[in-house]
């Protein structure tokens, strides 16, 4: 059956393949370009299934059976050291403090880096300046002033925003990619928030995210300092691609290394040039190509800082969720930055339901972290724990939901149909638990063991 329903799709877009090259000598080896169709077709298929959505969603595992992973060392309040190890050869290259409402041209990246060279960063770039989790709360005693810091060559006096320009240094096609980073360096001490959007070149709704929350930051009204790199894959935001141009996923790559592939590469650039500099992570997600999550968190519940961390984000889902390999939350949190990826909406897509979801969520961590002071109202409930499973398709056919993202199901509640539409036959997808759809398919064309529904089961919040 469902070679017959591919083979019916192949041959349909073979048809518009046909007027689109309907030129003599074009049509020279149509077998070829069957095969490749068919090929790309079941690609495309597949390879949803490498996705975070659908990896590592997995039930909490009891911290009884499993040892829970050791609480990054715990170390003091960083020290803002960068200003002054400067090397005294070197002319200070102050950052031009911007109002990043405005409309500014890009800015020009520094030659080369010094990360990319090769040169030992140990005191420029401290690695993952870990902050106790009392320094963060809100302080009513006198703030501290900040100090400047280096970031990308540059130097970000306090109390100033700036673009700055992050390029791995690696020619993509005789091309350098130079990608913005956005820079809000606070008039008062506090810890650095790092927001990184669009890993995958296609996931929208987080470059609005980062866009809306950065520029809504006043420098006089901050501690602490926010870098925002709005989309980290250029070259698959500018192709509409999940991927990076040699098909590989970036977020199976950090921490990257300097002489392995492309992905490694880029990689390592950013971990080091960027997100060493952090503290504290949001990396922004969407959900695959044609599935959508609900806002929620992935974190890794068994790590004790990553459970705190989640405490931050107002009225959102939170999934445990231990990552893959090579991710960048998972990279960030080994090298003891406190990280999560935040889901919102699917790709492709500007959602704006979603996107204030995500800011909300972004300024109630910043605010409860002592950032900034809007006296923010939280919701009820605040961050709500689940766990979760994905029901698959059983036959392949055309899936139709008959629920909504975010319904409440119970145990045995049909969620949708697959459809065969040769045979007519209908076959209803019903929930395997009570709880809440956190993710879904959109409707389309699904094979046999597609992740359909996400169902996520209210969990205890961990750690009390
Ligand atoms: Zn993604």
């Not at 591919?6 to 518009?16: F, I, K, N, Y």
């Not at 695959?288 to 519940?301: E, V």
């Not at 390999?325 to 090298?335: E, I, V």
Request: proline fraction near 9%; charge should be negative.
């Amino acid at each position: 059956m469902l070679q017959a329903r591919l083979r019916h799709s192949t041959t349909s877009a073979l048809t518009l393949l046909i007027v689109a090259l309907a030129t003599p000598g074009a049509l020279a080896d149509v077998t070829v370009a069957k095969t490749k169709a068919t090929t790309l077709l079941v690609a495309e298929l597949a390879e949803d299934e490498s996705v975070e959505d659908i990896e590592r969603s997995e039930p909490r595992r009891d911290s009884a059976s499993e040892p829970a992973r050791p609480p990054a060392p715990d170390v003091p309040a960083p020290v803002n050291t960068e200003a002054s190890t400067i090397p005294a050869d070197k002319p200070r290259e102050i950052a031009p403090n911007i109002d990043l409402k405005e409309v500014a041209p890009l800015p020009e990246p520094e030659p080369a880096l010094a990360e990319d060279r090769g040169i030992p960063v140990a005191p420029d770039a401290p690695p993952a300046e870990h902050v106790a989790p009392e320094a963060l709360e809100p302080e009513p005693a006198a703030p501290v002033p900040a100090e400047s810091f280096t970031l990308l060559g540059k130097e970000i006096l306090p109390g100033t925003a700036t673009r700055l320009a992050w390029s791995p240094g690696i020619q993509i096609a005789g091309l350098s990619q130079i990608t913005p980073v956005l820079v809000v360096n606070g008039v008062n001490k506090g810890p650095t928030l790092c927001l990184t959007a669009a890993v995958h070149g296609d996931e929208l709704n987080g470059i609005e995210i980062v866009r809306r929350t950065m520029y809504d930051l006043n420098p006089e009204k901050l501690s602490g300092r926010v870098i925002g790199v709005p989309i980290v894959n250029l070259t698959g935001f500018q192709q509409g691609s999940r991927y990076l141009p040699d098909r590989r996923d970036l977020n199976r790559h950090f921490p990257g290394s300097p002489d392995g592939t492309l992905a490694d590469r880029i990689a390592h650039s950013l971990f080091n040039n960027v997100v060493r500099h952090c503290n504290m992570l949001v990396d922004i997600h969407t959900g695959s190509l044609k599935r959508t999550n609900l806002p929620q968190l992935r974190a890794d519940m068994n790590h004790p800082d990553v459970a705190e961390f989640t405490r931050g984000f107002d009225r959102m889902a939170v999934v445990h969720s231990s990552g893959s390999p090579g991710m960048l939350r998972s990279a960030a949190t080994d090298a003891g930055i406190r990280a999560v990826t935040l889901e919102a909406g699917e790709s492709l897509r500007i959602q704006e339901h979603q996107i204030d979801a995500g800011v909300n969520g972004l300024n109630s961590l910043m605010e409860k972290h002592g950032m900034i002071s809007r006296m923010f109202v939280w919701g009820d409930p605040e961050p709500v724990y689940y766990d979760s499973t994905w029901i698959r398709a059983q036959h392949g056919g055309i899936l139709f939901s008959e629920i909504k993202l975010g319904a409440t199901v119970s145990e045995g509640d049909i969620l949708g149909y697959v459809a065969d539409p040769i045979t007519n036959e209908q076959h209803p997808i019903r929930a395997t638990a009570d709880g809440r759809v956190i993710g879904m398919a959109v409707d389309q064309v699904v094979m046999a063991g597609f992740a359909a529904y996400h169902i996520g089961t209210e969990a205890q919040v961990p750690g009390e």
